[in-house]
């Protein structure tokens, strides 16, 4: 079903600016996506077991790569946007924030 518009004269000309705010559709602001910066840090893992936190982290960001670094043990000191490293103490838990890098 057709419906009738109505048009009502007016006095501006065309390209000229109205009072009324623009009507803006329904996806605006959606359409790149949310707004919110990704995942940095993961502080809620501390505690847990590599498995447990491995299984967390990969649910915020499925394609990064994740390293277990046991106590004691040294890394090298480069920043990977594509990793997250999981510093674990000498029971086996996760000791420190995981973060990307």
């Not at 040294?74 to 000498?90: A, E, I, Q």
Request: net charge neutral; hydrophobic share 30%; proline share 12%.
């Amino acid at each position: 079903m057709a419906e009738k518009q109505q048009t009502e004269p007016s006095d501006k000309q065309p390209g000229e600016l109205t009072d009324s705010a623009p009507v803006l559709p329904r996806t605006y602001g959606t359409l790149l996506g949310p707004s919110t910066a990704p995942k940095m840090e993961w502080p809620q893992l501390v505690g847990l077991t590599p498995e447990e936190a491995e299984r967390k982290i990969k649910e915020d960001m499925p394609r990064v790569q994740i390293q277990v670094v046991q106590a004691n043990c040294f890394v090298t000191m480069d920043f990977n946007h594509g990793r997250v490293r999981l510093y674990l103490d000498p029971s086996g838990k996760v000791e420190r924030p995981p973060r990307i890098g």
